[in-house]
């Protein structure tokens, strides 16, 4: 098991602040007033926020210049959201590895599609939208950590080998399992833990937390058929696989089609990278 030291002086930590806002912000009560004074005191870092916020991602209709408008105009839900891009963009951005944005963007998709899908499964869009963004950030922290990492990520066959082993074998540290440590660290919430622990096997996952878990697994799988997966290849039995997962969970059933999907999901993610550049 790596030394957990090392992890916290690889992985730049999340801002005191922002893990007090989303804290705050899933609490039960929702503490309106210490959210908003949270926001005015500008402790939470404002430019990133600002820039994601007047992204493709968001559409708002006006002009954000401070999180405390995006709070105003974005709604609590998708100022939670907010923080988790931006935070999930700087883990990307602390990876010294060609294939960190392969990552990001694939997290990104991920998300993306999970909400477009999330009416009729009858979940929640921004949980579901969160679900996606996190699903695979254990590989960030592998990628940032080990620089070898990037070699498994060009080299790995997912159709022949069995990932997480080999992940354990090489590195003592399974992506899902480094995924769950950060989120901890960084005070997600558990549901959001157990998305990054379970997205590989949404059937072991606890039952409370399954459905969102199952659509990021399945969200994850798409993203890998439309061209954004971080990996070269995928089976060509996925398509089968993702049908049998969407029609397990409640709601009025699914109809992928691919090609709408992939052409929403890149303009999108092409229009966040650039609001982020």
């Known amino acids: 098991m790596p030394n957990r030291c090392q992890l916290l002086a690889a992985i730049p930590p999340i801002h005191p602040s922002t893990v007090k806002l989303l804290r705050l912000a899933d609490g039960p009560s929702q503490d309106l007033a210490q959210i908003v004074a949270l926001l005015r005191s500008g402790a939470v870092p404002a430019a990133d926020l600002t820039r994601a916020a007047n992204s493709p991602l968001f559409e708002s209709r006006y002009e954000i210049r401070n999180p405390l408008q995006a709070l ?15 935070a999930l963009r700087d883990l990307a951005d602390a990876a010294h590895s060609g294939l960190k944005y392969a ?68 590195f003592g540290w399974t992506h899902t399992e480094a995924g769950r440590w950060l989120l901890a660290q960084w005070g997600f919430p558990i549901e959001m833990q157990n998305v990054a622990a379970f997205h590989e ?10 459905a969102v878990i199952a659509l990021a697994h399945a969200g994850s799988h798409i993203a890998d058929l439309i061209g954004m997966s971080a990996f070269p290849a995928v089976r060509d039995d996925q398509m089968r696989e993702i049908a ?27 229009g966040i990278e ?4």
């Open 103 to 170: 990552y990001w963007r694939h997290n990104l998709a991920t998300a993306l599609i999970c909400q477009k899908l999330s009416a009729p499964v009858k979940l929640s869009s921004e949980r579901c939208y969160m679900a996606g963004l996190i699903h695979d950030v254990g590989r960030l922290v592998l990628l940032a950590v080990f620089p070898e990492y990037e070699r498994f990520g060009l080299l790995a066959d997912p159709r022949t080998e069995d990932l997480p082993a080999t992940e354990r074998r090489l």
């Open 72 to 86: 105003v105009y974005l709604g609590l839900e998708r100022l939670k959201a907010l923080v988790a891009t931006t």
């Open 244 to 270: 049998v997962n969407l029609s397990e969970m409640p709601g009025e059933g699914l109809s992928v089609d691919l090609v709408e999907i992939m052409e929403w999901v890149v303009t999108k993610v092409n």
């Open 201 to 210: 096997d949404p059937a072991a996952a606890p039952n409370c937390d399954r």
């Open 274 to 277: 650039l609001s982020f550049s």
